[in-house]
Nanobody
């Protein structure tokens, strides 16, 4: 079955860095759209960064552009989210999601397969 497992979350001070990992199984990573999303309590789920399986184009939300970097290692079936210059407003549960039919968008409702999430807390 398709599985996605996030790891790497934790507590970090503002300005710090953290790298999240998403280990996938049950599908070939390069053939599916993959993305990172986050949701803070009481707020709408937000697409952070997504990679299109069609052409490899990468989307970044304006709130994280220049600070976060998405990457994938197809051989290791793992997707990463490098987060630098973290801010308190980055505090959220971060989810990895994948779907074979998404056409390069970064809208959460279009993704059918999700990980369990990993908590990121940025606080001084």
């Amino acid at each position: 079955q398709v599985q996605l497992v996030e790891s790497g979350g934790g507590l970090v001070q503002p300005g710090g860095s953290l790298r999240l990992s998403c280990a996938v199984s049950g599908f070939t990573l390069k053939d599916w759209d993959i993305g990172w999303f986050r949701q803070a309590p009481g707020k709408e789920r937000e697409g952070i960064s997504c990679i299109s399986s069609r052409d490899g184009r990468i989307y970044y939300a304006g709130s994280v552009k220049g600070r976060f970097t998405i990457s994938r290692d197809n051989a290791k079936n793992t997707v990463y989210l490098q987060m630098n210059s973290l801010k308190p407003e980055d505090t959220a549960v971060y989810y990895c999601a994948a779907d074979p039919k998404v056409s390069g968008t970064c809208r959460g409702y279009e993704y059918d397969h999700w990980g369990q999430g990993t908590q990121v807390t940025v606080s001084s």
